[in-house]
């Protein structure tokens, strides 16, 4: 029996809805280590089983933000089973994003 083709572009598609459902997520986190949170991007693994979430800081300490977001990756992950729609929700690493700081620098 062969496999279902993959479906093209999904983990794109995948990492996309990820990406807009974890900013809306990380809004609603009442920490107050997060600041003004930019998810910039997502990275996920092939089979789905970690996503790694670059974001930026507008006001805050990055350090103890990327702390506590990943502390709370779990209870975000949970809320990400609730609005997508697949078989397996990967793990969240949060990540500071140091290119738009380096970009401000270089101007």
Same mark, same amino acid.
């Given at each position: ?8 572009? /999904? %983990?794109?598609? #995948?990492?996309?809805? *990820? ?13 107050? /280590?997060?600041?003004? #949170? !930019? ?12 996503? $790694?979430?670059?974001? %930026?800081?507008? #006001?805050?300490?990055? @350090?103890?933000? @990327? ?11 949970? %809320? =990400?089973? $609730? /609005? =997508?729609? *697949? ?12 290119? !738009? @700081? ?6």
């Amino acid at each position: 029996m062969k496999h279902k083709r993959a479906i093209p572009n /999904r %983990s794109f598609r #995948v990492a996309d809805q *990820i990406q807009r459902d974890v900013a809306v997520l990380v809004r609603e986190l009442k920490d107050p /280590r997060v600041g003004m #949170v !930019t998810v910039n991007a997502v990275d996920v693994t092939p089979d789905y089983a970690h996503a $790694k979430v670059f974001f %930026s800081l507008l #006001v805050g300490n990055a @350090e103890e933000c @990327e702390v506590a977001l990943n502390e709370a990756a779990g209870f975000i992950r949970n %809320s =990400l089973f $609730k /609005r =997508l729609q *697949i078989h397996t929700v990967p793990t969240l690493h949060f990540q500071f994003d140091r290119t !738009t @700081e380096r970009a401000a620098d270089l101007n």
